[in-house]
């Protein structure tokens, strides 16, 4: 089962920041966060992932609290097609690899 | 740079019937991962697959469902004697190597309808 806590939904003004927030207050110290989010009637999409540091790519910024029960997804200037379902994943480390196991993530709508 | 192809993108079946579902990882990945979603629900684990073998299947049901990933082509999940409970969308992801630092890319699914 997915260890993150998510709010089920929220909304967003086109233009502004997004800030997606989740808990994994139980995560260990070897476990990534993992952002994924899917548009409907597509497959998930990877957005970003990071252990301990604050990571940014060409999609959002991923800002980690210090002791890592808490991470903050932020889409810098949402548009209406990041519309979508969000999930926030801890990467679980079991044998050989580390399953990735879907909640049910946040339902983010970017409204005009 | 082509990504996770899965084909097809829509299939129907008839109850009892068999469903082969295929899979074209990104160039260069070695390893698969199968993921079902049903209707309203979210995406539940299948099997992850590495050229020619198995790695983890604990997600799979132990009847009726098969996978595999053989050295030349594409990965094949297959459904045999279909049911409508097997309706969902089934989705493909890929990655270069194992571990939790390696992320998946997934391709946009095959949408199973049982009739």
């Known amino acids: 089962d997915a260890k993150t806590t998510q709010p089920p939904s929220m909304d967003c003004a086109e233009g502004r920041a997004a800030n997606l927030p989740c808990n994994h207050s139980t995560i260990s110290g070897n476990e990534y966060v993992y952002w994924y989010r899917q548009i409907h009637s597509q497959g998930p999409q990877y957005i970003i992932h990071?252990?301990?540091n604050n990571e940014t790519n060409e999609m959002a910024s991923l800002i980690i609290t210090e002791d890592r029960k808490s991470s903050t997804l932020i889409l810098p200037h949402a548009t209406l097609r990041d519309t979508a379902v969000y999930y926030c994943i801890v990467r679980v480390q079991t044998d050989s690899w580390g399953k990735l196991q879907f909640g049910a993530g946040t339902q983010v709508v970017v409204t005009p | 740079n082509a990504g996770v192809m899965q084909n097809p993108r829509h299939l129907v079946r008839r109850r009892g019937q068999e469903a082969r579902l295929r899979c074209s990882p990104v160039?260069?990945?070695?390893?698969v991962y199968w993921y079902r979603q049903l209707p309203e629900e979210g995406l539940k684990f299948m099997v992850y697959l590495q050229k020619e073998n198995i790695i983890d299947e604990s997600g799979m049901p132990k009847e009726r469902f098969s996978a595999e990933f053989p050295k030349e082509g594409p990965s094949i999940l297959r459904i045999q004697q279909v049911v409508r409970g097997d309706s969902a969308a089934y989705f493909c992801a890929s990655s270069p190597k194992a571990g939790p630092n390696s992320p998946l890319h997934f391709g946009n699914g095959t949408r199973l309808t049982v009739t």
């Open positions: 990071g252990l301990k």
């Open positions: 160039k260069g990945h070695s390893h």
